[in-house]
């Protein structure tokens, strides 16, 4: 299942998302109340002023934050003695695409839009080639 999105808080673009069948399960729970939270599929979002894209910003990071919220306490009831948060998920990503997804297609992933962007994002997690270079040296 595909869902089009449009970012209010970005680069204005019309999106199209692969949704999982594990997703799509919990995007049905909130589908069915989507009618009384303003066309938004998540309540949070219902008090966002469509129309006011900085409104639509203030309210999707205060959904944030409390997601991220949600989140330190699934770790501590998990036992995971690290922090989690959205930001950490994507970095987790990052670190995770490393050099096997094309550059091109990370700048899609990550909605950038100019491809140098993405490039110095993903510097960050690209150790391949240093990694070869000291094998070669130090000889493991």
Same mark, same amino acid.
């Given at each position: 299942? /595909?869902? +089009? =999105?449009?970012?209010? !808080? &970005?680069?204005?673009?019309?999106?199209? @998302?692969?949704?999982?069948?594990?997703?799509?399960?919990i995007?049905?729970?909130?589908?069915?109340?989507?009618?009384?939270?303003?066309?938004?599929? /998540?309540? +949070? =979002?219902?008090?966002? !002023? &469509?129309?006011?894209?900085k409104?639509? @910003?203030?309210?999707?990071?205060?959904?944030?934050?409390?997601l991220?919220?949600?989140?330190?306490?699934?770790?501590?009831?998990?036992?995971?003695?690290?922090?989690?948060?959205?930001?950490?998920?994507?970095?987790?990503?990052?670190?995770?695409?490393?050099?096997?997804?094309?550059?091109?297609?990370?700048?899609?992933?990550?909605?950038?839009?100019?491809?140098?962007?993405?490039?110095?994002y993903?510097?960050?997690?690209?150790?391949?080639?240093?990694?070869?270079?000291l094998?070669?040296?130090?000889?493991?």
């Open positions: 299942m /595909f869902i +089009k =999105l449009i970012e209010h !808080n &970005k680069n204005q673009k019309t999106l199209s @998302l692969k949704i999982s069948d594990k997703m799509n399960d995007l049905s729970a909130y589908k069915k109340k989507k009618k009384h939270n303003k066309g938004y599929i /998540f309540p +949070k =979002l219902t008090k966002a !002023n &469509k129309s006011n894209p409104d639509v @910003l203030r309210v999707t990071k205060n959904a944030t934050k409390s991220n919220l949600y989140l330190c306490q699934i770790a501590k009831k998990a036992e995971i003695d690290k922090k989690l948060s959205m930001h950490i998920a994507r970095h987790s990503f990052g670190n995770i695409a490393g050099d096997t997804i094309p550059i091109q297609m990370l700048q899609k992933l990550y909605r950038h839009s100019s491809i140098t962007t993405t490039i110095n993903q510097q960050n997690f690209m150790h391949k080639e240093t990694d070869d270079a094998d070669k040296v130090i000889g493991f």
